[in-house]
Nanobody, 122 residues
Framework: QVQLVDSGGGLVQAGGSLRLSCAAS????????MGWFRQAPGKEREFVAA????????YYADSVKGRFTISRDNAKNTVYLQMNSLKPEDTAVYYC???????????????WGQGTQVTVSS
């Protein structure tokens, strides 16, 4: 069992940066792949980024590639999403999720955080 708590969202101007954090409880955090997803009002949930349990593999949606960076610190049971050059279309609630394998499919993830709101103003 893994419990996830997302944080770090807020209001930022276009071109700005935010870093999201996802703190996990449980001693098995390092065995889970982690993902970030987002959902904007009236839209489907979409994949943003994922990282393997070791951190050796990272995956990104084309829409964020080159602007966002996912990382993890297994000693701190935390995964991060550094978001740079933010755009108004990045506005959404962002969720972290845990699964045994890094995948872009949200349906595969077993555990989810509560979400954190990111709003990018133009």
């Amino acid at each position: 069992q893994v419990q996830l708590v997302d944080s770090g969202g807020g209001l930022v101007q276009a071109g700005g940066s935010l870093r999201l954090s996802c703190a996990a409880s449980g001693r098995t955090f390092s065995s889970y792949a982690m993902g970030w997803f987002r959902q904007a009002p009236g839209k489907e949930r979409e994949f943003v980024a994922a990282i393997s349990w070791s951190g050796g593999g990272t995956y990104y949606a084309d829409s964020v590639k080159g602007r966002f960076t996912i990382s993890r610190d297994n000693a701190k049971n935390t995964v991060y999403l550094q978001m740079n050059s933010l755009k108004p279309e990045d506005t959404a609630v962002y969720y972290c999720a845990a699964d045994s394998v890094a995948t872009i499919s949200g349906d595969e993830y077993d555990y989810w955080g509560q979400g954190t709101q990111v709003t990018v103003s133009s």
